[in-house]
């Protein structure tokens, strides 16, 4: 296991969960971990996030960055709904950012997917986008 498992009681835990046995599912999840902690603000919830406003999302707001190579949506349940994470990523899997130090991506707290979108998942937490 790991070293860098959460502590009890935090926001993380539920992730940390339901990740599979894989080491590189492990070594990608820790790293996505690492960056979201500073995107958990809170923003208006969506009711729907549908997979063509995800794909949307990363065709047309993809940052001038030639190291961005995909993109990964991060889901985190949450008591009502889930948080979804939308990341940009280089090679190596690890998420960038900007100049600014800010991490490219942004979080939304959404009711529910769409059927599309819960499907590309295929019951896990974590959706590359190549």
């Known amino acids: 296991m790991p070293s860098e498992k959460p502590q009890s009681g935090s926001l993380l835990v539920q992730l940390w969960k339901h990740l599979r046995d894989d080491d590189e599912i492990r070594a990608l999840t820790r790293k996505l971990v690492r960056v979201v902690r500073d995107m958990l603000v809170v923003k208006e919830p969506v009711q729907k996030l549908t997979y063509n406003d995800a794909i ?48 490219y991506g942004r979080n939304l707290k959404v009711q529910s997917l769409d059927e599309e979108l819960e499907e590309a998942f295929g019951g896990t937490e974590l959706l590359l986008l190549e």
């Open 56 to 103: 949307a999302y990363f065709v047309n707001e993809r940052p001038d960055d030639p190291r961005i190579v995909k993109g990964a949506l991060l889901l985190l349940p949450e008591r009502v709904g889930t948080r979804v994470f939308f990341l940009f990523l280089d090679e190596q899997n690890t998420p960038l950012c900007g100049t600014d130090r800010h991490f």
